[in-house]
């Protein structure tokens, strides 16, 4: 049945009904958003920019303060920050668990469990989908495809819909030629604004793109028939029309946000569908690559009732494995299959400059998380743990500053008010760590 409603046996729901009754709000008046509020995979427009009201970085602390730090078990997923809270997932006794930390002492504030674990050679049996905070309420989504709506006060299950059973997914995991998240799991996080929520289901039975009311679970609309791969959904406007533009398995495809009416479809078939990174959305241009496609920019293009696609430009030299770039002014910044760090022309393609010793870690394995800065400035976080800026916007990188912050790691941090949250650790048991990179 669809969706699955979640009610506790005690008198929260009472409570939050009184409350709600008072004209306090969906969450019993919690602050959920704050001006500099990072709420989702890569940001608050889910490009790695921060709030508006982020104040720039201009330089870093040599030894950024560590504010707090907690244990964090076994897991991908990056943090995300509304209001007071930190909301992070990890595994715990063979549990997907979803947790709400405070974001000024790391105080865990609730638990909840999302789902069964999930396991193959890629990792632990842990999450690897970063949640989703909108409107008093927090999304997680499982690597077996069960998509669960909190609220984001007290971690009260709201309901909850699952995209094998209700959509008609397949999930086998590492088993003979799957592709995609039915083989490495459900890692796209969705994407949520007022009123919608857009999820990646995945299901070739006219379900691969799922739209949803995000208070109540009901499905809006359906529709497609891809497999997902591992990329979030981007949502839009390309050419003057709203639309979800989804990385699948085989092809970019971009969605009509209000029905659900397949645009356009670019194929794209790479082995076992490795496709992991975040497309770029521009007014009529997709950027979107993997390590085998290389970097594309694809044209976007309405004519009537008619939508084409067609290739602008491919550069390899900035072909993303499972980093995702970030677009700072005109220029593209991403970490190419050389672990070098590239910056790339976003107009034309062309290498703007390279480089190399920044990341030191085997090139199929690399990965650095980017964070916008102000101006041509840019944040990384290194696998090694290392946290630099740099200038983007002459012939070479220009260093503005670096400082060790944590160990190995794959995580794509959350920057928030001057504080860096991040988790500490790869794969098995770590930290989540807030640091101070601003003088108060």
């Not at 194929?267 to 975040?278: C, E, G, I, Y």
């Not at 521009?282 to 309405?302: A, E, F, W, Y």
């Not at 107009?347 to 870690?361: A, E, F, P, V």
């Not at 790869?426 to 990179?437: A, I, N, Q």
Request: net charge positive.
């Amino acid at each position: 049945m669809l969706p699955i409603p979640m009610v506790r046996r005690h008198s929260l729901g009472l409570c939050a009904a009184l409350v709600a009754a008072l004209g306090m709000g969906p969450v019993g008046g919690w602050a959920v958003h704050g001006a500099a509020d990072w709420p989702q995979w890569r940001g608050p427009t889910r490009t790695g920019h921060p709030a508006a009201d982020e104040a720039p970085l201009m330089t870093l602390p040599a030894s950024p303060r560590v504010v707090w730090s907690v244990e964090a078990g076994p897991g991908y997923a990056s943090p995300v920050v509304a209001g007071d809270r930190v909301f992070v997932a990890e595994a715990q006794g063979g549990k997907e668990v979803l947790r709400a930390l405070d974001a000024t002492s790391g105080t865990e504030r609730w638990k909840a469990v999302v789902d069964e674990t999930f396991t193959d050679s890629q990792g632990p049996a842990a999450p690897r989908c970063t949640p989703v905070v909108s409107e008093g309420r927090v999304f997680a989504q499982s690597c077996r495809g069960r998509l669960a709506c909190f609220r984001a006060s007290d971690g009260q299950p709201l309901w909850a819909v699952d995209y094998t059973k209700d959509f008609g997914a397949v999930f086998v995991g590492e088993k003979g030629n799957s592709q995609g998240a039915m083989r490495h799991g459900n890692n796209g996080s969705p994407w949520v604004e007022a009123g919608w929520l857009w999820a990646s289901a995945g299901s070739t039975n006219g379900a691969a793109v799922v739209a949803l009311d995000p208070a109540t679970g009901t499905l809006r609309w359906k529709s497609g028939n891809e497999v997902a791969a591992y990329a979030a959904p981007m949502v839009g406007t390309l050419d003057g029309v709203r639309q979800v533009v989804d990385f699948m398995a085989d092809a970019a495809v971009g969605f009509e946000a209000q029905t659900g009416r397949v645009l356009w479809r670019h194929p794209l078939k790479t082995a076992f569908s490795r496709h992991v990174m975040t497309p770029l959305l521009l007014p009529d241009r997709v950027i979107l690559g993997s390590h085998q496609t290389g970097l594309l920019c694809l044209q976007v293009r309405r004519d009537g009732g008619r939508w084409s696609v067609s290739e602008v430009w491919n550069s390899k030299e900035a072909a993303p494995n499972f980093s995702c770039p970030i677009l700072v002014g005109d220029r593209i910044v991403g970490l190419g299959p050389q672990r070098e760090v590239v910056c790339i022309g976003r107009d034309d393609g062309k290498l703007r400059w390279r480089q190399s010793g920044w990341i030191t870690s085997a090139a199929d394995k690399a990965h650095a998380g980017f964070i916008a800065a102000g101006d041509s400035r840019v944040l990384m976080l290194t696998d090694g743990g290392e946290l630099m800026l740099f200038d983007t916007g002459g012939t070479t990188a220009r260093e503005l500053g670096r400082a060790q912050v944590a160990g190995v790691n794959w995580c794509n941090p959350a920057l928030s008010g001057g504080r860096l949250y991040l988790r500490d650790g790869l794969r098995d048991t770590g930290r989540w760590r807030c640091v101070e990179l601003r003088t108060r």
